[in-house]
Every structure is written in C-alpha cells, then in structure tokens.
C-alpha cells in the first residue's frame, strides 16, 4: 500500500476528485475494464481464471494513474499472448536513446501471471510504478520486465520457470527490486544497461544464476552505472543446465555472447559504481561472486567494458566454486572471482587489457578462496 500511495504522488493535479473501482468478475473481461477506468481508478479484479484468443496481450494498459488489484488467485492465462499485461507502448525504446514516457503512474498489486510467449508483465515507457505481491511463473523469457521505465518498485513478489531472467530491468533507472523470491530461472535478477538501481532482500536460489549485472551493446543507455546490491541471499543457484540464450538479440543476449555459467552467484560484468554489501552468498558452483569485463560491450562504441569503483564488503560468500561450469575453463572456481581483463571465455584468450582496475575494492567479507589467489588483499578498500 505504501508503493501504491507513492506512485498515486506522482499523479497529483491528474487524478480526478472521485476515482472510482471497477469491479471484474470471473468470465467478466478485465480489458474492458481497463479501457473505461479513468486516472486515478482502481479495477479490482475477483479470484478466478481469466483467457482469451490469443494476441499480443491479455491486458494492455495505455493510460496513466491506473491501479489493478487482486489476489494471487486471480490467474491471467496467458497462454498465446505474448504478454500477460502490457504496459505502454512496446516502441517506446529505440535504437539509441528510449523515448518519452506514455504512461505516468501505474500499480499492479497481486495476480498470478502465467505462460505468456515472452514476459508475464512488460512494461515500456513507464515513469513511476509499483509492482507488487504477485505471482509470475513459466513465462518463457521473463516474469517481470521494465524496459526504458523510471522511479518504481518491484517488491514482494514471487517468480519461477523463465527461461531468461525472471527480474529484468532494462534500460532503465531509478528501480527498486526488493523482498523477492526468485527460482528455477535461467537467471534470478538482472540489471541490465540501467543506472540508480537497488537490489535489496531478496531472495534467490535453484536458478541456474542468481543476480546478473551488466552493460550489452545496442541497449538505449550505453552503461550500467550506480547500482546497490545489499541483503540479498544467494544460494544454490545451480539448477539445469546453462541458462539458454535468448531466441533473439534482445535482454540476456550475454548468455549467447560469452556464456553465463551455471553455478554463478553475484556476477557483475562491466557495471560502475556497484556496491555488493552484506549479502549471504552460499553453495553456487561456479562462483559465489564475479566481476568480468563484458564480453559483448566493445560492439558498442558508446560502451566501456571495464569494472570502474565496484566495492564488496561485509558479505557472507562461502562455499561457492567447488563444481565449476566446465565451459568455464578460464577462470577456476571461487567464492570470489575479479577479471579486470577483456577475456573470450570460449578459448580463455586475453582480448583487451584494463587500463587500470585500482579504483575496485574488497573488504570484510568472509570467504574462503579468491581467484586470483590474494586478490581481494591487493585491493583492500580504504
């Protein structure tokens, strides 16, 4: 409700005096309730199973201040859709810069969201959001997935069985992800070309990685930059086989540009200003946490590749690395892994140098093994 509220804030001057609720009963179509609703309503949708032919979404909101509330017995069938809800406009990102926002304030409180082609809530061009107290599972790419948005929330909700990352955020800036439970995805989180992030309390284990931060080439920012990861626990994510890469050049295109293991706890390729601070991090098979250059930055001109001003400290990163992914050959398993270097990890070859990687840092962390031997000493935090 506190979520709700911030995001009606947001909204001030455009909500009429008298919102209304819209109620939707089973068999009733949400849709419909959606186009009447006007700024600041709210349509309350009964417990029930909802469908429809097929399409590109079962429900598509395009106008601004709008809440949907359920409870999680409320299932969007999404099955032949390629979105359970959609929000905004899916042209709403370009090739090089994200374009104005269509929707302005938007809350969705509760629903199970299941089976859609390609992410179970999508939305796109969205300033100001919360995200709350669902359920999103066995959507093929992604259960919730933010693209060029701002100032939102993703909290309490529960995802399991996408193919890609279940949390992506993309693109976008100023998201919090927070008290979430993430498993049996290819990836939990991801942080993906996106700036001003927070990834706080949750929880994510049996996905095949925990949390992804990174910068690919061709997204509307060129950088991942000011990112906090803070109280999260991480463990045993070593489920399935490699997370698959995506069917196209889009979101967790990394895993076909070099590969993520299976086994990788906290990994953070490419991001500046990421802050790794008192999370539990335990029983990932490659790595507990990682810092690599992007393998996929350089096709971008705008992009640096390199780690700039990562700190870890004061985590709890034990028994990680004892079965490392055997495509992963470059780089031994570890509770902590720093590859400052541009490296192919297909065949281990150095491809670029970092020109200076002094400005990372390492301190109060309790670990066994580190990778380079030592080099969390020779980059002791001030």
């Known amino acids: 409700m506190r979520a709700l509220a911030l995001?009606?804030?947001?909204?001030?001057?455009?909500?009429?005096?008298?919102?209304?609720?819209?109620?939707?009963?089973?068999?009733e179509s949400i849709q419909a309730a959606v186009d009447a609703a006007e700024p600041g309503d709210t349509v309350l949708v009964r417990p029930g199973s909802y469908a429809g032919p097929g399409g590109v979404a079962l429900v598509h909101v395009r106008k601004s201040g709008l809440i949907l509330r359920a409870t999680r017995s409320a299932l969007l069938d999404a099955r032949g859709y390629r979105y359970g809800v959609l929000v905004g406009d899916e042209?709403?990102?370009?090739?090089?810069?994200?374009?104005?926002?269509?929707?302005?304030?938007?809350?969705?409180?509760?629903?199970?969201?299941?089976?859609?082609?390609?992410?179970?809530?999508h939305l796109a061009g969205v300033d100001g959001f919360a995200l709350r107290d669902g359920v999103y599972l066995d959507n093929a790419r992604h259960g919730v997935f933010p693209l060029c948005a701002a100032h939102g929330q993703i909290a309490e909700n529960f995802a399991a069985g996408h193919g890609d990352a279940a949390i992506a955020v993309v693109g976008s800036s100023h998201v919090v992800v927070e008290d979430n439970s993430v498993t049996r995805s290819a990836i939990g989180i991801a942080i993906?070309?996106?700036?001003?992030?927070?990834?706080?309390?949750?929880?994510?284990?049996?996905?095949?990685?925990?949390?992804?931060?990174?910068?690919l080439a061709g997204r509307p920012l060129p950088l991942t930059d000011r990112v906090r990861i803070e109280e999260n626990s991480i463990i045993e994510n070593n489920h399935g086989g490699?997370?698959?890469?995506?069917?196209?050049?889009?979101?967790?295109?990394?895993?076909?540009?070099a590969g993520i293991p299976t086994g990788a706890g906290i990994l953070?390729?490419?991001?500046?200003?990421?802050?790794?601070?008192?999370?539990?991090?335990?029983?990932?098979?490659?790595?507990?946490?990682?810092?690599?250059?992007?393998p996929d930055a350089r096709q971008d001109p705008r992009s640096d590749p390199f780690v700039d001003a990562q700190s870890v400290q004061r985590n709890v990163i034990l028994l990680n690395g004892h079965d490392p992914d055997p495509l992963r050959a470059s780089t031994p398993g570890a509770d902590i892994v720093f590859v400052p270097d541009r490296i192919d990890?297909?065949?281990?070859?150095?491809?670029?140098?970092?020109?200076?990687s002094s400005d990372n840092c390492y301190g109060d962390n309790r670990?066994?093994?580190?990778?380079?031997?030592?080099?969390?000493?020779?980059?002791?935090?001030?």
């Open 268 to 294: 953070n390729a490419g991001g500046d200003h990421v802050s790794i601070e008192r999370n539990v991090v335990l029983g990932n098979d490659s790595f507990g946490v990682a810092a690599f250059a992007s």
């Open 367 to 382: 670990y066994f093994t580190d990778s380079p031997m030592e080099v969390t000493g020779s980059l002791a935090c001030p």
């Open 242 to 257: 490699r997370p698959a890469p995506s069917a196209d050049a889009g979101v967790g295109a990394i895993a076909s540009a």
């Open 7 to 27: 995001v009606l804030l947001l909204l001030v001057g455009a909500v009429p005096a008298a919102a209304a609720t819209r109620v939707v009963g089973s068999g």
């Open 192 to 215: 993906e070309n996106s700036s001003h992030a927070l990834v706080r309390k949750n929880q994510l284990f049996g996905n095949s990685a925990g949390l992804l931060i990174a910068v």
């Open 345 to 356: 990890f297909a065949n281990g070859r150095l491809v670029e140098l970092d020109p200076d």
């Open 91 to 121: 042209r709403a990102v370009g090739a090089d810069a994200c374009k104005p926002p269509t929707v302005r304030g938007f809350a969705l409180e509760g629903f199970t969201i299941r089976g859609a082609g390609q992410a179970g809530l």
